[in-house]
T-cell receptor
Framework: QQPVQSPQAVILREGEDAVINCSSS?????VHWYRQKHGEAPVFLMI?????EQKGHEKISASFNEKKQQSSLYLTASQLSYSGTYFC????????????FGKGTRLSVIA | EPEVTQTPSHQVTQMGQEVILRCVPI?????FYWYRQILGQKVEFLVSFYNNEISEKSEIFDDQFSVERPDGSNFTLKIRSTKLEDSAMYFC????????????FGPGTRLTVT
């Protein structure tokens, strides 16, 4: 069951903030965030684990609400380099389950 | 900085032909993955591989697909008889210790089936 991301697309001016949401209908073990620029491979941003542990870049912040099965990625003071498609991937607690990605949120930062 | 590499960058093949996509994961990583991404769509999981065997595979990964780690460095994805709908970007990824660690993606192989 793939996670649902919102919004599907957002346009920001440099310096503005954005929040990208990811929600699942299933209980989650972890949420992974990746950014993909056009024509390139996805690049790791952050992992949020059940229990509160986080691993990722210092300049990226995110939250994981285990009860609501939701995660949000916070992009503050956006820069042109933040443009790309942001994917969340989710893993459920049951056994050896793969990472399932959402459809992505296309972020465009303009000058 | 170590990176995942993939070859070729672009493969064009005729329907029904076999293709082998190659990946060299980061050297000390233990978990390996293949994903595909149809143009403009989301990244889809195909298969994960650990300790020389498949640990998980998706519904997409049917009998036409196989993976192998023929030596200590390469990780390959074989599609036995390609179909038009196999046209996509195929990404290899590796991670140090599996589930709770970040996956590093290679640059991808664009497969075009004509």
């Amino acid at each position: 069951q793939q996670p649902v991301q919102s919004p599907q697309a957002v346009i920001l001016r440099e310096g503005e903030d954005a929040v990208i949401n990811c929600s699942s209908s299933k209980a989650l073990y972890s949420v992974h965030w990746y950014r993909q620029k056009h024509g390139e491979a996805p690049v790791f941003l952050m992992i949020l684990l059940k229990g509160g542990e986080q691993k990722g870049h210092e300049k990226i912040s995110a939250s994981f609400n285990e009860k609501k099965q939701q995660s949000s990625l916070y992009l503050t003071a956006s820069q042109l380099s933040y443009s790309g498609t942001y994917f969340c991937g989710t893993k459920t607690p049951s056994g050896n389950t793969p990472l399932v990605f959402g459809k992505g949120t296309r972020l465009s930062v303009i000058a | 900085e170590p990176e995942v590499t993939q070859t070729p960058s672009h493969q064009v093949t005729q329907m029904g032909q076999e293709v082998i996509l190659r990946c060299v994961p980061i050297s000390n990583h233990l978990y390996f993955y293949w994903y595909r991404q149809i143009l403009g769509q989301k990244v889809e999981f195909l298969v994960s591989f650990y300790n020389n065997e498949i640990s998980e595979k998706s519904e997409i990964f049917d009998d036409q697909f196989s993976v192998e780690r023929p030596d200590g460095s390469n990780f390959t994805l074989k599609i036995r008889s390609t179909k038009l709908e196999d046209s996509a970007m195929y990404f290899c990824a590796s991670s140090a210790q599996g589930e709770t660690y970040e996956q590093y993606f290679g640059p991808g192989t664009r497969l075009t089936v004509t």
